[in-house]
Structures are given as structure tokens and as C-alpha cells.
């Protein structure tokens, strides 16, 4: 079974080479006859109304190409585009297009990779003149070569427009008005020769129908059209991509186009120089391309007057002066990709609707620009490093007031600085009044200001803080003039037991009860009384200050007379200041007579927290109660004075 399955298989793949290559045989056999009958499918009269599609062309390309040398890219009634043309075939192709004389359906032809001399491109040329194409495009002519001048006939002709891209010349040495004067001196609307290293183009011979001329991406240069008065009727220009370098002579070529609209002259090395002789441009010109050249601010003083779209992209520009340019009829203005740090004012742009400035270096834009740009409707800001600030909140709040579309809002409009902002859209940025409006910030820090001065004040007087100061200066002054007139006797000798602080007007208690139950019996104890210790000659202040430092305690006797003492405060001050400098236990308080709260000045604050801090004696009316009394007081003041200083009282007794 398996034996009778393979030998059927061989016998069908003999049978399928076999007829294979019988119908290969075939078909190069009619294929070499079809040519030969061209002629006979067309009517003598030329017309083809009747014919739906090219009788001699495959659309198959191996076929075309075994019969004609040539590959069919697209057969339609209207449009025939061949490819791989040479000087071998193209006596074939001439042939072909002369069937289709004027009046034929055949109006759009395309000729890729063609490869061959003058001669043979100036017959392709010729023959596609009097026939019906109206639009012929070449794409990639190589193998140029034995360029010469040719008679070219001009005369009825149907065409319109010739497209010429990627032309390369073999010969090294040639004449240069042979070439450019047969596509200078072309009857037809439009002409492009475009990636074809072309240095140069002649002026027509007389006034040319050329209404737009495409020169992209070659090598011409300021030389071009200059004083050529034959470009009456063009109206569109594209010269991008070449090597102009002078703005100024641009526009004198430009000068006697006088229907020209549009100007494209992007990507080349332009550049103006204030000192420049005065532009001078078509005045029709109402479309500028001035994008990617090296530009700077002084390009405002070499414009179009009536220019309505002007594009200076990616160039150098800074600023615009102010009164630099009056472009009046300027409707669209586009500055991206420039090193402006602020948006342009309109004061010479008056009719300016639409502005593109994204892509500067704009961290915060004026507000001022709506302010001066009433008629602008659309404007393009983004992608700029903008720094998140009151300015710039006011710029977007004006923004949203005036009615103006800001494009690509709001995913293109981010804060850049600062660091902690960054990467913030503006529509999420929001800072407060308080913090943005300056006038009222100062307002309110001024108010501020008054309210703490009036607290602060309020505070000095009612708990008399300068009164602190001063007895706060005193202290200081009398320990300096301690230390320099007795440095050796700083470190402080106790010599009182006691120093005893009371008013006048409690005397007499303190003469006949403190000091005698104290200084007499058991337990003598030494107390420092002002009457008797103070020392001449110095003040009252720097006696107190003393007392109260060579005294192991101070003992202040409380009664409503009490608070009603100076001198009874500042006593009280400076041991409560040793009370805190020395960190001791120093203050005993004797309330001799009740003392109410609202007798107390406020300035007794320290008095006031004492009495509600610490611990007391109270002066007991009844004779009973007094000998515990004078025992918790002796025990309160209880310490051995230094021997030297005991023996000399002695003695002095």
C-alpha cells in the first residue's frame, strides 16, 4: 500500500513541472507579440473614453518585468506608475506614451528608480509634453550623465505639475545653464526638484506661469533668483533645507515676486545683522517659515509688513523689543523652542490671535500679556520650567478671566521649580490670599505687630517688667564693681544667720519680739538689720545685695504695710534671685498679719506665688502658741557660722 502511495506521488509532481513549465514557454511566446500590437488598441483618433484600463500592461510585476523590462506598480485608466527604467528599455517606454496624445484618460504618470542619460531623459520629457499627463513624478534618477543643451519644445502642452526627487549626476564637468534652463523655462503651474544637491537655478527667460516652486532639501544658495523679475504669477516657495545665510537678501529675491503668499524657509543657516541695509519683501507675502536657522532678536527689524503667519521656531530669539516690529496684519506668531523668559507684549502685534511659545525659558509669565493681548484666542505655553509663585498664580487666574484656550492645558503646563513643587500640574497649585497679596500681608503683619507691642506693653506695666530690668541691671552692676574692687573675696563667707526684710511700720515688732527671742538665749543667733549692718557710704541697693549673700537666710515679715514697701520688694527680689541662682532653700516668710489678695500690686507676682507655693509662719495672737513659733523658727534658721568668723564677734563683743 505504501509503495503504490509513493509512485503516485512522484507521477502528479511530474505532471505539475511539466505543465509548469509548457505555460512558462507559453507565455513569453505572447508575451513577445503583445508589444507588436500596442498600437492597433488604441483608436486612431486617440481617444480611449471606451478603455477601462492600460490593454498593454500586466499588473502582475514578474510579468511586466519578463516583457518590458520594466515593473508595474499601478495600471488604472487614470494613473500608470512603472519602476526600473534604463536606457535599455526606454525607447519601449517613449513608445508606449506616445499612444496616449492629448485628449487621452491617462493623466497621472510615476517613474521610480530610473536609470538613465540626458538624451533619454530629455525624449521622456518631450513625449510626456504632448501627451494628456498632466502631473509626472520621478522618483530616484541616477546614471545622469552626457548632459548637453536640447531644443526643448515647450508648445501645447497638457502639463501641469513635474515632481523630480533624489536626482544624481554622474558627469564631473557639464554646463550649468544646459541643465537648469530646460526645467527653468517650463510652461507648467508647479515644478519640485527636491534631494537632488542642487546648487543652483536659473531665472525663466521670460515671464514664467510657475505658481509654486518646491527646492527641498539641496544645496542652493543666497545667489538664487536674485534680481529675477520672471516669477510674476508665483504665489507658493519652498526652499527648505538648503544654505541661505542672509535674511536680507532673501528678501530681495523675494522683492519682485509680486504675487508671492507663501515663504518657506526653514532649516537653513539664516541669520540678520542690524547693520544690514533695510529688508525689502514682496508685499503680497503673508506666510512666512523662518523656523530652525539661527535667528536672533534683531529678525523683528527684517519682517514682511503684511505678514499674517509667522513662524520662527527653534531659533535664537531672547526678547522682543518693544516698538522693535509693527507687524499689524500678524495673526499667528510662533516663537517654540526659543530662549524668551517672558511672554512678548502685542503692542506691534495688534491683530495677533494665536501665539506659540512653548518650549522657552519661562519660569514666570506676566500677567500683563492679556492685558495687552486683547484679541489673542489661543495660546501655547507649555513645557516651560515654570516656577510655582503668587505671579504665576495671578497668570492662570487672568488666564481663565480673559477667555483665552490655553492648548494642551493641562498636562503640559507643570511646575518645575521649586525642588518640593516639581512635577505639580499648575491647575493643582494653589496658594492663599493671605500669602499672595502683598498689601494685605503687610496689613496683616503690621496688625500683628501693634497687637504683640500692645500685649507686650500690657504685660510690662501690669507686672511692672521694668522694674525687673532695672533691679536686673542693678545686681549685674553692683557683682562687676564687687569683682573688680575685691577679686580675691568672691567666694561668698556667710557672717548673719539671718537677714530680716519688714516695713518701718513693723518696727516695732521686729525690735521688741524678732530680734530680742531670737538673738538672746538659748541658740544665739546672728541677724543682719539694715539699720545696724548697712555699710556707709554705699548704696541701698548694693547694702541689700550684701546682706542678703552673707546671710544663710533672709526672713521677710509680711503684713499689708509689707507689700506696701519699695525697698521691702527689692529685698524680696534679689533673695528670691539667690533663691534660684544658688538653688537654696533661703526664704523664711512670717505673715504677721493677714494680707488680702487685692491689696497685692501685680507686681508682687513673685509675693503672690510664694505665699501659694511655700510654707509660712503665722504670727500667733495667742501668748500660748508663741514659744512653738520661735522654736520652728529657730529650727528654720539653724546653722554653725565659720569659727573665724564667730571667735571675731566674740572679741568684738
Known amino acids: 500500500m505504501t509503495e503504490n502511495m509513493r509512485s503516485l506521488r512522484n507521477f502528479f509532481l511530474y505532471k505539475c513541472l511539466f505543465a509548469l513549465t509548457f505555460w512558462n514557454h507559453i507565455s513569453l511566446s505572447m508575451a513577445n507579440e503583445l508589444f507588436k500590437s500596442v498600437s492597433n488598441d488604441f483608436p486612431e483618433d486617440g481617444s480611449d473614453k471606451?478603455?477601462?484600463?492600460?490593454?498593454?500592461?500586466?499588473?502582475?510585476?514578474?510579468?511586466?518585468?519578463?516583457?518590458?523590462?520594466?515593473?508595474?506598480?499601478?495600471?488604472?485608466?487614470?494613473?500608470?506608475?512603472?519602476?526600473?527604467?534604463?536606457?535599455?528599455?526606454?525607447?519601449?517606454?517613449?513608445?508606449?506614451?506616445?499612444?496616449?496624445?492629448?485628449?487621452s484618460r491617462l493623466q497621472n504618470l510615476t517613474l521610480t528608480n530610473m536609470s538613465v542619460d540626458w538624451k533619454a531623459l530629455t525624449e521622456v520629457f518631450q513625449t510626456v509634453w504632448h501627451s494628456s499627463i498632466e502631473d509626472f513624478k520621478i522618483n530616484s534618477l541616477t546614471q545622469l550623465s552626457n548632459i548637453e543643451s536640447y531644443d526643448f519644445d515647450y508648445s501645447g502642452t497638457s502639463m501641469k505639475a513635474l515632481t523630480i526627487k533624489k536626482v544624481l549626476i554622474t558627469d564631473l564637468y557639464f554646463s550649468q545653464d544646459d541643465l537648469y534652463k530646460l526645467f527653468a523655462n517650463m510652461n507648467i503651474e508647479a515644478l519640485t526638484i527636491a534631494e537632488s544637491e542642487m546648487i543652483h537655478m536659473m531665472c525663466p527667460l521670460s515671464n514664467s506661469p510657475f505658481k509654486y516652486l518646491n527646492f527641498l532639501k539641496n544645496d542652493l544658495t543666497d545667489l538664487l533668483f536674485q534680481n529675477c523679475d520672471k516669477l510674476v504669477q508665483l504665489e507658493k516657495l519652498i526652499l527648505q533645507k538648503n544654505k541661505f545665510e542672509s535674511l536680507c537678501k532673501v528678501s530681495f529675491m523675494t522683492s519682485r515676486m509680486k504675487l508671492l503668499q507663501y515663504l518657506d524657509m526653514s532649516n537653513n543657516l539664516l541669520s540678520h545683522d542690524a547693520a544690514d541695509v533695510q529688508c525689502r519683501w514682496a508685499e503680497s507675502l503673508t506666510e512666512l517659515d523662518l523656523s530652525s536657522n539661527q535667528l536672533t532678536d534683531s529678525v523683528f527689524e527684517c519682517l514682511p509688513v503684511n505678514i499674517k503667519k509667522l513662524n520662527l521656531q527653534n531659533n535664537q530669539i531672547t526678547s522682543i523689543t518693544k516698538g522693535m516690529a509693527e507687524l499689524k496684519s500678524l495673526e499667528e506668531l510662533n516663537?517654540?523652542?526659543?530662549?524668551?523668559?517672558?511672554?512678548?507684549?502685542?503692542?506691534?502685534?495688534?491683530?495677533?490671535?494665536?501665539?506659540?511659545?512653548?518650549?522657552?525659558?519661562?519660569?514666570?509669565?506676566?500677567?500683563?500679556?492679556?492685558?495687552?493681548?486683547?484679541?489673542?484666542?489661543?495660546?501655547?505655553?507649555?513645557?516651560?520650567?515654570?516656577?510655582?509663585?503668587?505671579?504665576?498664580?495671578?497668570?492662570?487666574?487672568?488666564?481663565?478671566?480673559?477667555?483665552?484656550?490655553?492648548i494642551d492645558w493641562p498636562a503640559a503646563y507643570v511646575c518645575e521649580y521649586p525642588e518640593?513643587?516639581?512635577?505639580?500640574?499648575?491647575?493643582?497649585?494653589?496658594?492663599?490670599?493671605?500669602?499672595?497679596?502683598?498689601?494685605?500681608?503687610?496689613?496683616?503683619?503690621?496688625?500683628?505687630?501693634?497687637?504683640?507691642?500692645?500685649?507686650?506693653?500690657?504685660?510690662?506695666?501690669?507686672?511692672?517688667v521694668l522694674w525687673y530690668v532695672q533691679m536686673t541691671w542693678q545686681w549685674t552692676q553692683t557683682k562687676r564693681r564687687a569683682w573688680h574692687n575685691h577679686p580675691e573675696e568672691q567666694e561668698t563667707v556667710l557672717q548673719f544667720h539671718a537677714f530680716i526684710s519688714y516695713s518701718e511700720r513693723d518696727s516695732l515688732w521686729v525690735k521688741n519680739e524678732l530680734i530680742p527671742n531670737l538673738e538672746k538665749g538659748e541658740g544665739c543667733v546672728q541677724l543682719c538689720q539694715h539699720e545696724r549692718n548697712f555699710i556707709p557710704g554705699k548704696s541701698i541697693v548694693e547694702n541689700i545685695i550684701n546682706c542678703i549673700e552673707k546671710s544663710y537666710k533672709s526672713i521677710f515679715v509680711l503684713s499689708p504695710n509689707f507689700v506696701q514697701s519699695e525697698w521691702c520688694h527689692y529685698e524680696l527680689y534679689f533673695a528670691h534671685h539667690k533663691l534660684f541662682s544658688e538653688n537654696s532653700n533661703s526664704l523664711i516668710l512670717i505673715?504677721?498679719?493677714?494680707?488680702?489678695?487685692?491689696?497685692?500690686?501685680?507686681?508682687?507676682?513673685?509675693?503672690?506665688?510664694?505665699?501659694?507655693?511655700?510654707?509660712?509662719?503665722?504670727?500667733?495672737?495667742?501668748?500660748?502658741?508663741?514659744?512653738?513659733?520661735?522654736?520652728?523658727?529657730?529650727?528654720?534658721?539653724?546653722?554653725?557660722?565659720?569659727?573665724?568668723?564667730?571667735?571675731?564677734?566674740?572679741?568684738?563683743?
Open 50 to 103: 471606451k478603455i477601462k484600463s492600460l490593454p498593454l500592461l500586466y499588473t502582475n510585476s514578474h510579468q511586466s518585468k519578463a516583457n518590458f523590462d520594466w515593473v508595474v506598480i499601478q495600471n488604472i485608466t487614470e494613473s500608470l506608475s512603472l519602476s526600473e527604467i534604463t536606457n535599455d528599455n526606454v525607447k519601449k517606454l517613449v513608445a508606449l506614451l506616445s499612444n496616449f496624445r492629448q485628449g
Open 335 to 406: 516663537l517654540a523652542s526659543n530662549r524668551l523668559a517672558d511672554l512678548p507684549g502685542c503692542s506691534g502685534f495688534m491683530s495677533l490671535e494665536f501665539l506659540n511659545v512653548e518650549m522657552n525659558l519661562i519660569l514666570t509669565p506676566s500677567a500683563d500679556f492679556f492685558q495687552s493681548c486683547l484679541r489673542v484666542k489661543k495660546l501655547q505655553a507649555g513645557r516651560n520650567p515654570f516656577k510655582c509663585s503668587c505671579e504665576l498664580q495671578d497668570f492662570v487666574r487672568l488666564e481663565r478671566q480673559s477667555g483665552v484656550e490655553l
Open 420 to 464: 518640593d513643587l516639581r512635577g505639580t500640574q499648575l491647575k493643582d497649585f494653589h496658594l492663599t490670599e493671605l500669602a499672595c497679596n502683598t498689601t494685605l500681608l503687610l496689613v496683616t503683619a503690621l496688625l500683628l505687630t501693634l497687637v504683640l507691642v500692645a500685649v507686650v506693653a500690657f504685660l510690662c506695666i501690669y507686672l511692672d
Open 591 to 653: 505673715l504677721l498679719e493677714p494680707i488680702p489678695q487685692y491689696i497685692v500690686p501685680a507686681r508682687y507676682h513673685k509675693l503672690k506665688a510664694l505665699m501659694a507655693k511655700r510654707t509660712y509662719l503665722e504670727w500667733p495672737k495667742e501668748r500660748s502658741k508663741r514659744a512653738l513659733f520661735w522654736a520652728n523658727l529657730r529650727a528654720a534658721i539653724s546653722i554653725n557660722l565659720p569659727i573665724s568668723f564667730e571667735a571675731n564677734e566674740e572679741q568684738s563683743d
